[in-house]
């Protein structure tokens, strides 16, 4: 079994956290997203195609060849013109079935194995807004009859979640589909399109999390548990928690950790509770369902935000309805306090302010 992942967008939507890094990238707990999906892929599919564009040598770089025991192939879509044509790109490398899955999303190991049952499947997850997906309807064996992108009014809830078991059938149907009103080729309109020739039955999923958003990474860290792991050296007053605390990391005296992981070579003399503190980092003060890449936080208090690669101190961001603040690598920032949903872009240098709205370039 081969499978193909797609990681070939730009991801404007993650901007700015993406403006250095594919989304695949990014981390979820201690783990890339893309790391997580080839995870479930062990003991399923013997090789994963990867299609690859924005920031592709990145990606190169990261897997390289082979991931345990999955061969690792990359192929370049060169032009991104929708996610049918980056699934055209593989055609040459493709035998028989395969799966294809999003390489933004987040999926799980039973899911995927409950598609291959089928001849032809797809995935869809019952949601409440399914106003924002593409939208699934079924037979009464809930074979696929209709898929309908982001319908106006209500013709079911089972989004779409992009992932589906395929087989070569697929490709002539690509070749010959017309752009869709984005001017792309969508894998959606093929996967309607085999629906009316072959029976593509429905698996309703058990988890998944679309990463459409920079604060989705904050959901998807929430749902996602931490393994009790501790290995760092941790002073008598400290208390944790349903932690994973790696090797080589140094817990301060009254720091409180619960629930979170805490990476290599970090500092904490603080408070973390449900959150992911990356590698390197160096912390004192309190931050609560938080993402934090390789920064240096003092004296600060971060809620529902992700800071990549900063250094913040004395800063209080706040939060509402579970997003606080999105900042991206190389900023400096001091005596600041930041509204909830305030994104700030690299390199900014911020002091004695209060700010309310994003901070872009030009800014």
Request: aromatic share 6%.
């Amino acid at each position: 079994m081969k499978a193909v992942i797609l990681a070939a967008g730009k991801s404007t939507r993650t901007y700015p956290l993406t403006l250095n890094k594919p989304k695949p990238l990014l981390k979820v707990r201690d783990k890339t997203i893309l790391e997580h999906n080839l995870d479930l892929l062990l003991g399923i599919a013997e090789e994963v195609i990867i299609v690859v564009g924005y920031k592709e040598e990145q990606i190169k770089k990261f897997v390289g060849s082979t991931y345990k025991t999955i061969k690792i192939r990359h192929i370049e879509q060169k032009t991104q013109l929708g996610t049918g044509h980056a699934v055209l790109q593989v055609e040459n490398f493709i035998d028989d079935k395969f799966i294809v899955l999003m390489g933004d999303d987040l999926y799980s190991k039973e899911d995927i194995q409950e598609i291959l049952r089928y001849e032809y499947a797809v995935l869809a997850k019952e949601v409440n807004n399914p106003e924002n997906f593409g939208v699934y309807t079924l037979d009464y064996n809930n074979y696929v009859k209709d898929l309908v992108e982001k319908p106006k009014k209500f013709i079911s809830n089972l989004a779409n979640c992009g992932l589906y078991l395929l087989d070569k059938k697929i490709f002539p149907i690509l070749k010959d589909l017309k752009p869709s009103i984005r001017g792309e080729i969508e894998v959606t309109d093929a996967v309607k399109e085999l629906s009316q020739k072959e029976q593509v039955y429905c698996v309703k999923a058990k988890f998944w999390i679309p990463i459409s958003n920079s604060w989705n990474l904050i959901e998807a860290n929430e749902k996602i548990p931490v393994r009790e792991n501790i290995k760092g050296v941790v002073e008598e007053l400290a208390e944790v928690k349903d932690s994973d605390i790696e090797e080589g990391t140094i817990v301060l005296k009254r720091s409180k950790i619960h629930n979170s992981i805490i990476g290599k070579n970090c500092e904490i003399n603080g408070e973390v509770i449900n959150s992911s503190i990356d590698d390197g980092c160096k912390i004192s003060g309190k931050i609560h369902n938080s993402i934090i890449y390789n920064s240096e936080i003092k004296d600060s208090e971060i809620n529902y935000s992700i800071v990549d690669s900063s250094k913040l101190e004395k800063v209080n961001i706040m939060a509402a309805d579970k997003k606080g603040a999105i900042i991206a690598y190389n900023c400096h920032i001091s005596n600041t306090t930041i509204h909830p949903e305030v994104k700030i872009w690299p390199n900014k240098e911020i002091s004695n302010k209060e700010v309310k709205k994003d901070i872009a370039d030009g800014a």
